[in-house]
């Protein structure tokens, strides 16, 4: 997913995912609506994306709506990349 999408974008969207997974279109939107795919629906979720060659990363996985980071650190800190 290299431009800036939603995992669910990818899919085609919550309802097109939840058919796609066989699931009901509610509970892939609680996903959407919570930012995260359940830790046990996570590898169906990647494999079913990679059946369909959707470009997906598990990083896409582990950040549906794309990977936000804001942490605040004093100067002291170091940050590992």
Do not use: N, Y
Not at 5 to 21: E, I, P, Q, S
């Amino acid at each position: 997913m290299s431009e800036r999408r939603t995992l669910f974008d990818a899919f085609g969207g919550t309802r097109k995912m939840a058919d796609t997974l066989g699931e009901a279109p509610s509970t892939v939107q609680s996903w959407k609506t919570a930012g995260r795919i359940p830790a046990g629906r996570q590898p169906a979720v990647f494999e079913k994306a990679a059946e369909l060659d959707l470009g997906v990363t598990a990083e896409d996985i582990i950040w549906p709506m794309g990977r936000t980071v804001a942490v605040a650190c004093p100067e002291d800190c170091v940050v590992a990349a």
